[in-house]
């Protein structure tokens, strides 16, 4: 087992938590957007405020709040607002259009929505208009961001009131620290998934303090002098995670509301940020955008996601450039950066997905999906989880809650991966992505990697799908600018070093992967691979 503890705090909450971060801190800036710097001191006065306006709206302990909000300091006001009153923040990502913010919205039962209607020329109040009113029956208020008192534009609610966002604080602050405590419901984010409504991950207040007082020190966001760069969207676990480790740290963030690789480049050497996380792909924007040999000199480790591409390729191209990449793990029900590896460590293992656990109190083990028995360190199973930052279940389902956990407290991640014998662990691929080949389980990596390394082939994804002769792999290519492509020379590829179970029955060239953009960066989209998958081997059978 890896074992990623008691924080000794007396923090009675969320709102204690500020409190004390504002008189550790006082003017120093705690979030910077365009310039305009917000102090940890005038953080907490702000949510003191704006808890007071809530509550005059009737906001109180168990309601939801929906935040349809993109990386703006409000976003964090009001979350520490709606924690000081014991109210939840349900975080609802800008990308989403009208049935997806019906479900969330109408699921989470919440009593109020925010909303930033011209925000980066999205037309909120057109998708608003298109959401069932029935999912949208409990929302009592709406409070608008960006726009002034006297000019709120009319709602699809008619039922619903409208508040401007500036009109919450011009009330006399909340006294004391309010009727939120450890234990009440602090914010609900939204699993990913392609084929299913995503699951409503429920976190408590306890979960995420003791989690962001945990990563704070665990990515050296405590050391002197760090600088923060805040792009990956708070309505994702990964950015919301970052965002509240940076604020336990005492550590300026710089908000991006929508990323933008130059301006982003421009901003990283101008601030001198030391620290950030984020997928590949912002990793890859902001190399491409930055024209220096070294673009980012006073940057420390960064940890990423590996969503698009290989992991190694990514590290070894970051490298040559002066930015030290380390893979990182986490996921909605424990948290996102629960892990990372070590700076120090070499490019091939900086590249693995985990690493260590930031808080020792967190337990990792890997069982086998076959026997049930729990596997020695080196071998494959679904990757188990206990500890601290565990969400509290998934918020109106019991029945997927108690379904993923084990007996004795665990949580069931859906990961392949293994403990790794030297410390820290391993995660491969997700359990449903994982291929049973005769009748071995065998990581989609595996292939992929060898396909990579073929001249010809700039990436590759590998998913499985059931023939006449029984499951097999098929492979989706991309190409090095200039390459041919020839389908029996990748297949003898394969077949001269990978086990014949291994090679693909078909490998198929795309212009670009089928991809999507979630709330911590864009993701292929597996699903959809294997559905072009089995059209292509419909009657192939060897």
Known sequence: MARGGDDGTAMTGLGSFLTKMAELHG????LVLDGRRLGFAALDVMSRRVAGGLARLGIGRGDRVAFWLPNVPAYLVLFFACARLGAAAVAVNTRFRSSEVGDIVGRSGAKALVLWPDFHAIRFLEILAAVDPAALARIETVVLYGTAAGALPNLPLPAARRVAYGALAEVPPLEGEGAGGLDDGAAIFTTSGTTKAPKLVLHRQRSLLDHALKVAPGFGFDRPGTVLFQAVPYCGVFGF????????????????????????AELLRREAVTQTNGADDMFRRLLAAAPEARPFPAMRAAGFAAFTSDPRVM?????????????????????ALLAHQPEAASPAARARPGGVCVDPATVVRARDPDTGAVLPPGQSGELEISGPSLMAGYDGNPEATAAAFTEDGFFRTGDLGFVDPAGGFVFETRMGDVLRLGGFLVSPAEIEAHLQAHPCVDTAQVVGVTTATGPRAVGFVTLQPGAGFDEAVLRDWCRASLAGFKVPVRIIRLDEFPATQSANGVKIQRARLRDMAAAALAGVTA
Not at 27 to 30: G, L, N, S
Request: charged share 15%.
């Open 315 to 335: 590290v070894d191209e970051a490298d040559a450039r002066g930015l030290t990449l380390v893979g990182l793990y986490g996921m909605s029900e424990v948290q």
């Open 27 to 30: 003017t120093k800036p705690a």
């Open 241 to 264: 995670s970052q965002a509240l480790a940076a604020l336990a740290a005492g550590a300026p963030s710089h908000l991006m509301p929508a990323f933008e690789a130059e301006p982003a």
